[in-house]
């Protein structure tokens, strides 16, 4: 019984820290796409001659970054 018990526990515990690993690997992930591959991307763009779908795309993000983080 008391193994089952800490079987139990064991899993509820490891399972909350793997959900807040899961958010905290997501968290990061969206800061190193947000600050480091969208800008190399859009720069990629603009060296490659491709400007008129560069400019659209930075738009697009400056609204909604402007508009859309509201929390």
């Known amino acids: 019984m ?3 018990l800490f079987i139990v526990l064991m899993f509820l515990v ?3 820290l793997l959900v807040f690993a899961i958010r ?3 968290g ?3 800061i190193f ?5 969208l ?4 720069i990629g763009l603009v060296i490659k001659g491709l400007l008129f779908i560069a ?3 930075l738009v697009i993000i400056g609204v909604i970054s402007l508009f859309g983080m509201r929390e």
Not at 39 to 42: F, K, Q, T
């Open 28 to 30: 990061i992930a969206k």
């Open 2 to 4: 008391m193994t089952f």
């Open 24 to 26: 905290a690997t997501w």
């Open 33 to 37: 796409f947000t600050l480091i591959f």
């Open 14 to 16: 490891f399972g909350k």
């Open 39 to 42: 800008p190399l991307i859009l």
């Open 55 to 57: 400019l659209p795309v």
